[in-house]
């Protein structure tokens, strides 16, 4: 086929050789004479073809490049250049043979674009303009059909008609489309047939087998070959794989597994349980099926119901009646089972439903015993004798075996033990005495025990109404403030009065004395005569008989205080005070009260000024905060020593009028002999040392005296002090001799000290710190 396709294309280059018309000129030059002379084109031109992937060991020959001017004898040489030139095609320069120097391939690069030129070879002077052609690659079917998308997956639904479609398969080939049957691609089927076919042009595929049923195969696998040229004999062909589901349609009614089920249910199930459980198989998945089960109305009575379960489609039988094994010992109804979701394509398939038929066996429980009454009640009246029977209650055990039935009272429904009951025949009585109006109603509970299964026990409420017996006599229902106006006239009711009785039921009390009774257990107090007078009689006391309805019949009798009082003409209460009657015409009460306010505003007045003319007079001991010897001041941190001016006022020594007179302490009491001495008073400032000295004896001798030293206290000196720190906080404690020597070496100012300390004379010490201080 190589040979073939070389000599064709041989073939061609010549006819085209042949029959092109010249696309290059040639310059000569004419004879004698020194200009150009227009000749006609000399190239012999075409395209050219080179054959892809070849093989063989010499270079491949493309075509030949030759000019008119190219006498042969070699005067003329052929230049190359552009796209591949030199390293993938190259030219004799003598006889502009082209050679392609390795094997192309179409699908990489279809075409090259190169430039020829043809130039004297001794002057490298054109002969022709350089001029542009192309060498095309010839393609050959080397690329076999390829699937990019594959391998496929699709579906498509279970009894399908034929020729339904299915899905699209699509092969591409890299040859070239234009040239020849390389690129043209065919569709066959190499495996799943008969169930699908392939459309051979366009890839299309289809159903080729009705009724394809899901539940006999669900997974089809197809294998789709794609061939180029045409399908013929010696293309090349790629295949795919598609993998074709059938999906579900709703094509099988469900079917039970058996005609009957049997079920076995204990009789003390709870209603509202789970009591069994059947199924109707669905071939179908999904929504389809899905199934409904319901009960067909029968003997069951309601007893029972059905519901799906969602998850594995099952039917749940459900107990809505309590069961009874000595009333009814088996039940025997039909369920049907049906799809939830039809398909009305597939209704000519039957009826998409299934009939079972359900046998319930009630077996037998050992029950506790039962009440013949849900609940009861009991009336029995107060004050009633102790052993007093009230009533009594029944149980039976249902069983076979017919237990006796033993009773007994829970105790903590009867925690005051009022009541008890007869073990064997149920009878309730009175063991302690009942009171209305301490407990009008009791609710105990009755047990009642199987004998041979004490374990299984039932219980019962039994209310107990205590009936009221009449043993309260009436009374006034509040006390009543009553009073009658001095115009009273004949028959006027001055008061409604009311009755209360703690029995019950609380009507027919009526009330008996000088007044009348009223449907609803009020009376009125009606005058019987006018003129009444408070000047002759204030106070009216009216005894009230109460009687009520009761039996025995009991009553009391309770007084009822009437005053006489002054009212207006329209009967409105004005006062009741006998002394009113001699108050002067005209002053009303209002004047009263505003008289009565005046006089105590004057009195608290003359109590405030007689309270500040008292506290002048006694000056505490701590008021005055002018007087600083009261002071005790205390510094945390270093004082200034000689250079503080401003933590003590000196002047104030020197000053006459802050000398008081002797006080006397206010908290021990003065002794006998104790005599206030009178103080001396000085204008000159060099006396302050004697007045020192003079006050500090007295006030150490006179315990009447108030403590009125002044107390500094320094934890350090000042810096600036030349005695630095005479702070004793870091002295050394104990009873040794203090040596005072070094004070001598401090000068003049403070040898003085030194002997005043040494003689421990503290008056004239008071008055050398002094002295320094002023300084």
């Known amino acids: 086929i190589l040979r073939r396709k070389i000599k064709f294309c041989i073939f061609c280059m010549l006819l085209l050789f042949i029959f092109a018309s010249p696309n290059m000129s040639t310059a000569g030059r004419s004879g004698g004479s020194g200009g150009f002379q227009r000749v006609k084109r000399g190239w012999v031109w075409n395209q050219f073809f080179v054959l892809e992937e070849y093989m063989g060991s010499d270079p491949q020959y493309v075509g030949k490049l030759h000019t008119d001017l190219d006498k042969g004898e070699s005067a003329v040489k052929y230049t190359l250049s552009g796209e591949g030139a030199g390293t993938i095609f190259t030219i004799d320069q003598t006889t502009g043979d082209i050679h392609a120097l390795r094997s192309l391939d179409r699908e990489e690069k279809p075409y090259y674009t190169l430039r020829a030129q043809a130039v004297d070879i001794e002057t490298n002077r054109p002969l022709e303009p350089e001029s542009e ?28 008609p034929v020729g339904t479609y299915v899905t699209k398969v699509t092969a591409t080939d890299a040859d070239d489309p234009t040239y020849g049957n390389s690129a043209r691609v065919v569709y066959s089927i190499l495996h799943g047939q008969p169930y699908f076919s392939v459309d051979p042009k366009t890839g ?17 696998q197809v294998l789709i070959q794609a061939k ?25 009614p469900p079917r039970f597994s058996k005609s009957i089920f049997h079920l076995r249910v204990p009789e003390s199930s709870a209603v509202g349980s789970a009591v069994g459980r059947i199924k109707a198989h669905d071939l179908d998945i999904g929504k389809n099926a899905e199934v409904d089960y319901n009960i067909i109305p029968g003997d069951e009575r309601g007893t029972f119901d059905i519901t799906t379960n969602e998850h594995n489609q099952e039917g749940i039988i459900i107990l809505r009646r309590p069961l009874d094994y000595e009333t009814r010992k088996a039940y025997t109804f039909k369920v049907e089972a049906s799809n939830a979701h039809l398909d009305p394509r597939f209704h000519s398939f039957g009826p998409y439903k299934d009939t079972a038929t359900v046998k319930i066996n009630i077996l037998d429980v050992d029950e506790p015993p039962v009440f013949s009454k849900p609940s009861y009640t009991m009336d029995i009246h107060e004050d009633t004798q102790l052993g007093t029977t009230i009533g009594a209650v029944t149980a039976q055990d249902l069983d076979a075996g017919s237990s006796p039935v033993r009773y007994s009272i829970d105790w903590k429904s009867d925690l ?13 009585s009175i063991s302690e005495l009942l009171d209305r109006e301490s407990i009008a109603q009791h609710n105990i509970t009755v047990v009642a025990t199987k004998v041979n299964n004490p374990v299984l026990t039932s219980r019962v409420s039994v209310t107990v109404h205590v009936l009221d017996v009449n043993e ?45 009774l009223n449907l609803d257990n009020t009376a009125g ?38 005053r006489v009082c002054a009212c207006d003409s329209d009967g409105a209460l004005l006062t009741c005070n006998a002394e009113a009657i001699f108050l002067p015409v005209g002053l009303s009460t209002g004047a009263l009260i505003a008289i009565l306010l005046c006089i105590v505003i004057l009195l608290v007045i003359v109590v405030l000024y007689v309270g500040v003319r008292r506290q002048k007079k006694k000056e505490t001991l701590m008021t005055s905060k002018e007087d600083i010897r009261d002071n005790v001041i205390h510094y945390d941190d270093e004082g200034g020593g000689e250079e503080d001016t401003h933590a003590f006022d000196m002047g104030t020594l020197r000053n006459p009028k802050a000398i008081k007179e002797n006080l006397f302490r206010r908290d021990v009491k003065p002794e006998a002999g104790a005599i206030p001495r009178p103080a001396i008073a000085s204008q000159d400032s060099a006396d302050i040392q004697n007045f020192i000295c003079q006050r500090l004896q007295e006030h150490d001798g006179d315990t009447s005296a108030p403590p009125y030293d002044s107390l500094a206290t320094y934890a350090y000196e000042g810096e600036g002090s030349v005695a630095e720190s005479l702070s004793s906080i870091e002295s050394l404690t104990g009873e040794t001799e203090e040596d005072y020597d070094y004070l001598n070496e401090w000068g003049p100012r403070f040898k003085t000290l030194n002997v005043l300390v040494m003689t421990m004379d503290f008056c004239h010490i008071y008055s050398a710190l002094l002295s320094m201080l002023e300084e």
């Open 472 to 516: 309260f006599p009436p009374e006034l229902a509040i006390p009543y403030e009553t009073f009658v106006c001095e115009s009273a006239k004949v028959g006027q009711v001055i008061q409604i009065i009311s009755a209360k009785d703690q029995d019950l039921p609380m009507t027919g009390q009526k009330v008996l004395t000088i007044f009348f």
């Open 525 to 562: 107090v009606v005058t019987l005569r006018k003129g009444f007078r408070r000047r002759t009689q204030e106070i009216y006391h009216l005894p009230v008989v109460i009687e009520d309805s009761g039996l025995p019949v009991k009553n009391s009798t309770s007084t009822l205080t009437i």
């Open 228 to 252: 180029d040229m045409g399908g013929q004999l010696g293309g090349l062909a790629g295949t795919t794989t598609i993998n074709i589901t059938l999906s579900d349609v709703n094509d099988n």
């Open 416 to 428: 005051d033990s009022f009541f008890d009951i007869d073990p064997v025949t149920g009878t309730i």
């Open 204 to 220: 299309v595929i289809r159903t080729a087998l009705p009724n394809m049923d899901r539940e006999v195969k669900e997974l089809y």
């Open 133 to 160: 052609f192309v060498i095309k690659v010839q393609d050959i079917n080397d690329n076999e059909p390829k699937f990019l998308e594959g391998p496929y997956t699709a579906s498509v639904p279970e009894m399908s």
